[in-house]
């Protein structure tokens, strides 16, 4: 059994940061674009993960033309330039990368969500962005809701985000 260690003497620390569109800026109010300038930089980041994201939409108009959502097309969320994911978008016949941080199933219902609370934050754990190199010094996050077809929602479609990531940085660095 494993003590507790109580001079805090581990080689990480993290922070558990809460956002949604409520407290986040935005350089267009009418697009899914947001961002946050920490109130003090977070040094040498060397994990980023979701723990959980949910976004609420306009169900009747998520499913219409020109949008057509069905149930679990992806809603694909950005931060910063994390691409821990990949896919590949289909436009005129021809086949473009995109990449992106996760993606949240649409429901079928104005709340979709994903939940990562029960995982571990090991290297080998898929829900994880590992930085290799560490950021040295992260002062802002950028935070995008992208549609299927990869581009930014209309606020007036996709009404309201919610997005709860840890950050895993190393304490002290000789």
């Known amino acids: 059994m494993n003590e507790a260690d109580l001079n805090n003497t581990f080689k990480y620390d993290k922070v558990v940061i809460n956002l949604n569109s409520q407290n986040c800026l935005t350089t267009d109010a009418n697009k899914t674009s947001y961002y946050v300038d920490l109130t003090e930089p977070l040094r040498n980041v060397i994990y980023v ?62 709340n979709s969500d994903i939940s990562y609370s ?6 080998s754990d898929p829900s994880v962005y590992i930085l290799n190199p560490p950021e040295p010094n992260l002062r802002r996050l950028n935070i995008e809701i992208r549609d299927k077809t990869f581009k930014l929602f209309d606020t007036s479609v996709l009404t309201n985000f919610n997005l709860s990531i840890c950050v895993y940085f190393i304490k002290n660095r000789v």
């Open 118 to 123: 029960q995982s571990s934050f090991d290297w």
């Open 49 to 110: 993960k979701i723990i959980r994201a949910s976004v609420i939409a306009v169900e009747t108009t998520m499913e219409q033309s020109p949008l057509s959502y069905l149930q679990y097309d992806p809603i694909h969320i950005v931060i910063n330039d994390y691409n821990r994911s990949a896919s590949y978008l289909k436009t005129n016949g021809y086949f473009n990368n995109i990449n992106y941080f996760d993606l949240i199933p649409y429901s079928g219902t104005n």
